[in-house]
């Protein structure tokens, strides 16, 4: 079975990357770099290895076409480079559910941390009524570089899983388990998040403070992703031919939001000006729950031509997530 996103890969150098999406080409994975061997690192592994973190994606790309440039893949299909490790190159695959069942057999020998992230999990389980099987714990703590100041990352597997997680969050915040975003930790989210953009942050924080999947728990900020698995797709990998056009702007009306929790995420959208256009999607979480069904958004991203090959269907769609000044925005009537 091929990693999922939410796992990590250790490459035979020691580069870590972060899965990206389920469906990969059959020779290699697509991922992400994100940790790098290095002795000055702010991060300790389990076998006092020191590690530092590459956060922006324009960073990872020039570290790997310095260093690594094996890690930089041309995707025929997709007509761009991409970051990615051949399956030869991978040393070994970090999962989340085996990180969730390792925690779990340690019972009470658990730092802070460890406790605040299974209690949420549990907290979440038995809500949800889902199986212990479908969850697992992502980030830095599979990684073993976490700090005691780390956030929780959770990651649940599965379609219909997902939707019950889903649907059983905003009951989960009215009860007082966890809290949303407010004040000037919302504020300082919508920075960390949002930063780069030259965007009013209030219009991101309307945005930031509504969304279900992520908060505060126990005083710790946590993020949950929900993960389509491949059999939940119609498609594998290959099965179309995209060809980027450009960065634009446009403004695109949601018609349907029904796979806008997921990571990957996609909205289907009518766009008046150019109707060919009809999805926006992403495979970075910042870009889930970002708009409803019904609403006006103004995005800036890089626009693509898809061809479905056996159908010979063609669309253009939202690519987002790729350049830092990427964004989907709500337009309210009262905006100015």
């Not at 991978?90 to 085996?98: D, F, M, T």
Request: net charge neutral; hydrophobic share 35%.
């Amino acid at each position: 079975m091929q990693p999922l996103e939410g796992s990590f890969l250790v490459t035979k150098q020691g580069l870590i990357f972060e899965v990206k999406g389920v469906l990969h080409p059959e020779d290699r994975v697509i991922a992400y770099l994100r940790y790098v061997p290095s002795e000055r690192g702010e991060r300790i592994a389990p076998n006092r290895e020191r590690y530092s973190k590459i956060q922006s994606l324009r960073r990872r790309e020039r570290y790997l076409k310095e260093n690594f440039p094996e890690y930089l893949w041309y995707d025929e299909s997709r007509g761009r480079w991409l970051q990615a490790v051949r399956k030869e190159d991978i040393s070994y695959v970090l999962e989340a559910p085996e990180s969730l069942r390792e925690l779990r057999d340690r019972g009470r020998h658990t730092t802070l941390l460890e406790s605040d992230s299974l209690a949420l999990v549990e907290g979440i389980v038995e809500s949800a009524g889902i199986g212990w099987d479908r969850v697992g714990i992502t980030g830095s703590q599979l990684l073993g570089l976490s700090t005691p100041a780390s956030d929780i990352d959770i990651v649940v597997y599965g379609c219909k899983t997902g939707r019950q997680v889903y649907s059983t969050m905003n009951s989960f915040f009215s009860q007082g388990a966890i809290e949303r975003y407010s004040g000037q930790r919302l504020y300082e989210h919508v920075n960390f998040r949002w930063g780069e953009l030259d965007l009013d942050p209030r219009k991101l924080a309307r945005v930031e403070e509504q969304k279900a999947l992520q908060g505060i728990f126990r005083t710790r900020e946590f993020y949950i992703k929900l993960v389509k698995l491949p059999s939940d797709l119609e498609q594998t990998y290959g099965d179309c031919v995209y060809r980027p056009v450009g960065t634009q702007k446009a403004l695109c009306k949601i018609r349907d939001d029904s796979s806008s929790i997921f990571t990957p995420c996609e909205y289907l959208v009518d766009c008046e000006s150019d109707p060919s256009i009809e999805r926006i999607v992403s495979y970075r979480g910042r870009f889930a729950e970002q708009a409803n069904r019904d609403t006006l958004v103004e995005v800036r991203g890089v626009v693509e031509h898809v061809v479905e090959l056996d159908t010979g269907r063609k669309y253009s769609q939202f690519v987002l997530g790729g350049g830092v000044r990427d964004y989907m925005i709500p337009v309210l009537q009262n905006d100015s």
